[in-house]
């Protein structure tokens, strides 16, 4: 009897101790979770709120979670300010058209060099590849060069400008392909069994067909990883539009952002710097919000391979 | 017969291409082909003659108010921007600091990628968040971490509470701002965690089996096999990483915006020197002298980082 029990109580000793480490360490992984999610939400719940507060509210410790008096001064003030609705509304244009641009360019490149065989090929792609490896701002002043000749010449010939002061240097190159849309794109396009074209090339369906009806249908996820990137790109893309666009009223919202700096020091605009950033940030947070899933996939689809 | 079709095939490949382009199908198939990349090889070759004309107007001298051509000048742009405490080697200094900031980062979204990688519930929404940074515009970003770290901020709210009297300045002083910065790209580093999670995901469970059968701890296993398994993540994060930190450029303008009351000369890191030398100066020689500069030197960065894989990086795994 006493022999059962005095080989029974570590056994049982270590069962609860092994569930107590379990639950330690659970609480442990949770709070550690719980905390980071805070950190890393806070900045986010702090804009959204703060937008909605008075002055003399903003400036209150410690800061109240919600306003207590909501109020659409900011916004009003943000939009004396700038033109914001104005700014959204041809950051919207940009970034449509870069992610059309990119969808299409980038699928019928990947789609070539993952499946068409023709002479270079391998060559072409990996040309493509090496352009990864310069940085952008060795081409700053020759790019701006560029465009402003490339305005010269659409203006005489058909007499719209696609160069400096338009909207040509900021979605022309979507349409010319980036490099690591087609990388990842071919990635995607590899994966596809062989047998779904031979099968439609044997109906006599020509290589664009397969491509339009065959590829791009089972191809969901990457192209939404494109689109998404592509769009997130344009939104938040500051250099390009400081280059290139001049006047306010087309300027880009991120833009419209840095026109805040000047003033921001003074207290009236400080609730209207929320406000717009808010306006600035929504559009993103919400595609995020649907897409995060493809987004988060092909990132890891494009760090691994 | 066959035998000499396969000597042909393999001695000469420009008779094969004829060859093979007189197919109907497959002359049909090489048109496509060509069709499809014909975008992709008119942006590498604007991309190509872009560089080239980087590297030739960063010899010349000219504004872009006159309608003089560029003009020849030598290395006069080069001798400007890389005498002792020019405006640019500083630039490049202050940048230094964001590229020996990486391996924190990395460190960081190596330890978010851990704790996400723990069998719990509600780990897809945890990733979802922190994932946030990398979405959101620095210029969002700036607007919400300045005002948290302004003088009567919630931050120095926060300091005050806990006894601190005099809590930094974090707008006035230089080195206070760059504290702010580091913490915003500290917090920042979140999303990297993605690409690290999907290391972790990649090590074979054998290995962590294999580990406890003899006895290893939880340390010990991190230490023995985790870490080295991840080195090859890890070594591509900090190539990319560097690379990205040299040309720190959006946060950096939000901060301390050129010409505005809060432009703060020195934290203008190399990337907003070559801006303001091409666009605000007036100076676009020497702003492409800069960017040439600032590339050869992510160039021997790169380099020292691949040099120095072996003596780190393990790729028993792949």
Not at chain 2, 40 to 55: D, T
Not at chain 2, 278 to 286: D, E, V
Request: hydrophobic letters at 50%.
């Amino acid at each position: 009897m006493a022999a059962t029990a005095s080989t029974s109580t570590p056994t049982y000793a270590r069962s609860i101790l092994g569930r107590n480490r379990e639950t330690f360490k659970l609480i442990v992984v949770y709070g550690l979770m719980i905390l980071l999610t805070v950190i890393l939400a806070y900045p986010f719940y702090y804009l959204a709120t703060a937008s909605f507060k008075t002055t003399e509210e903003l400036f209150r410790y410690p800061p109240t979670l919600i306003p207590e008096k909501w109020t659409l001064d900011n916004f009003r003030g943000a939009f004396e300010v700038v033109p914001l609705l104005r700014m959204a509304l041809n950051t919207f244009v940009i970034c449509l058209i870069a992610v059309t641009g990119s969808i299409l360019s980038n699928s019928l490149a990947a789609f070539a060099i993952a499946r068409l065989r023709f002479p270079l090929r391998s060559i072409i792609f990996g040309a493509m590849l090496t352009t990864l490896m310069i940085p952008g701002w060795i081409s700053l002043v020759p790019a701006y060069m560029f465009w402003r000749d490339v305005g010269r010449f659409t203006t005489n010939l058909i007499g719209i400008n696609l160069g400096v002061n338009s909207i040509g240097p900021l979605v022309i190159p979507s349409f010319l392909t980036s490099a690591f849309a087609v990388f990842l794109m071919r990635q995607y396009f590899l994966t596809i069994p062989k047998e779904l074209e031979e099968a439609a090339r044997i109906d006599g369906a020509s290589f664009f067909r397969i491509y339009w009806s065959v590829f791009l249908p089972l191809s969901f996820p990457v192209l939404a990883v494109i689109g998404i990137g592509a769009f997130m790109g344009s939104w938040n893309d500051v250099l390009g539009p400081l280059i290139y666009l001049s006047k306010p009223e087309s300027q880009t919202i991120m833009v419209g952002l840095s026109y805040f700096n000047s003033q921001h020091m003074s207290v009236i605009y400080r609730g209207s710097r929320f406000a717009a950033a808010l306006v600035a940030a929504i559009p993103v947070l919400t595609l995020y919000f649907f897409a995060n899933k493809y987004l988060i996939r092909g990132i890891v689809l494009g760090g691994l391979k | 017969m066959a035998a000499s079709t396969v000597t042909k095939r393999t001695t000469s490949k420009s008779s094969q291409l004829l060859r093979w382009l007189r197919s109907p199908n497959q002359r049909e198939e090489a048109l496509t082909g060509w069709l499809f990349v014909l975008p992709a090889v008119i942006g590498f070759i604007i991309f190509v003659y872009l560089n080239f004309r980087g590297v030739e107007l960063s010899f010349t001298n000219w504004s872009w108010i006159s309608r003089r051509p560029p003009e020849p000048v030598g290395w006069t742009n080069y001798q400007a921007i890389l005498q002792p405490g020019s405006d640019f080697l500083k630039g490049l200094g202050r940048t230094l600091i964001y590229v020996l900031f990486v391996p924190v980062s990395i460190a960081i979204s190596f330890s978010i990628a851990l704790l996400a990688n723990q069998a719990v519930k509600g780990q897809t929404l945890f990733r979802v968040v922190c994932y946030l940074p990398a979405v959101t515009g620095a210029g969002v970003l700036v607007a919400v971490w300045t005002f948290l770290f302004s003088v009567d901020g919630p931050v120095n709210g926060f300091l005050r509470s806990i006894g601190i009297a005099n809590p930094p300045r974090w707008n006035t002083l230089t080195e206070w701002k760059q504290v702010a910065i580091l913490l915003l790209l500290a917090w920042g580093a979140a999303p990297g965690m993605i690409i690290a999670l999907a290391g972790l995901q990649a090590i074979p469970k054998d290995y962590y089996d294999a580990a406890k059968v003899d006895g290893a701890n939880a340390w010990q296993t991190l230490v023995r096999i985790t870490l080295p398994l991840m080195t090859p993540t890890l070594f591509f994060q900090l190539v990319l990483g560097v690379i990205g930190a040299w040309q720190t450029f959006d946060i950096i303008y939000f901060w301390a915006t050129p010409g505005t009351q809060n432009a703060d000369v020195n934290l203008w890191t190399a990337s907003v020197q070559i801006y303001q030398y091409a666009f605000a100066y007036n100076k676009p020689g020497m702003g492409a002298a800069s960017a040439i500069v600032l590339g050869l030197v992510i160039l021997v960065f790169t380099i020292i980082n691949l040099a120095t894989q072996r003596r780190w990086v393990n790729y028993d795994l792949s």
